[in-house]
């Protein structure tokens, strides 16, 4: 490979306009800003969900349902907020913050399936691309679960 010093002047000059257009097109990222968003929007979110449980005990619920309650209702309104397209652009703004497991799964389960519903049909694209996410979850969440219960059994066995 040619050293920089040793390149025509034409390849010099491509060179440098090619270097000038990566500069331009490639975006930047302020770490603390990007930090700060995070922490704002998981911090809502987290809100939200106590906020759930407080009305679910002041309605009635005991210590064991109104954790149940505020994961449905988060993952209803993740769902519900995924296919009026507000929360993809939540979370872009948000970055790791809108990835509070439930909000953030719930948002990758359901986006594969409304963004394909229309090309592919339900069966195809609703039905099938639902899985993209969520299959290799359960897949894999129910293997660790055997294994772990064989390990537990065996054990007991000793």
Do not use: H
């Amino acid at each position: 490979m040619m050293k920089n010093d040793t390149l025509p002047p034409e390849k010099k000059r491509q060179q440098k306009e090619y270097n000038d257009y990566v500069k331009k097109v490639t975006p930047t990222y302020n770490l603390w800003g990007n930090m700060a968003k995070a922490f704002v929007v998981g911090g809502v979110i987290c809100c939200i969900g106590q906020g759930i449980i407080n009305a679910a005990k002041a309605l009635g619920a005991d210590e064991e349902m109104a954790p149940m309650w505020c994961t449905l209702i988060l993952i209803l309104l993740s769902v519900l907020l995924t296919g009026l397209n507000i929360y993809p652009t939540f979370a872009k703004w948000g970055g790791a913050g809108a990835l509070v497991p439930i909000t953030g799964f719930a948002n990758s389960v359901a986006a594969p399936a409304i963004e394909f519903r229309g090309s592919e049909g339900n069966v195809f694209g609703c039905g099938a691309k639902i899985f993209t996410i969520c299959g290799p979850v359960i897949l894999y969440g129910i293997f660790t679960s055997w294994l772990l219960g064989l390990v537990y059994w065996l054990w007991g066995m000793l």
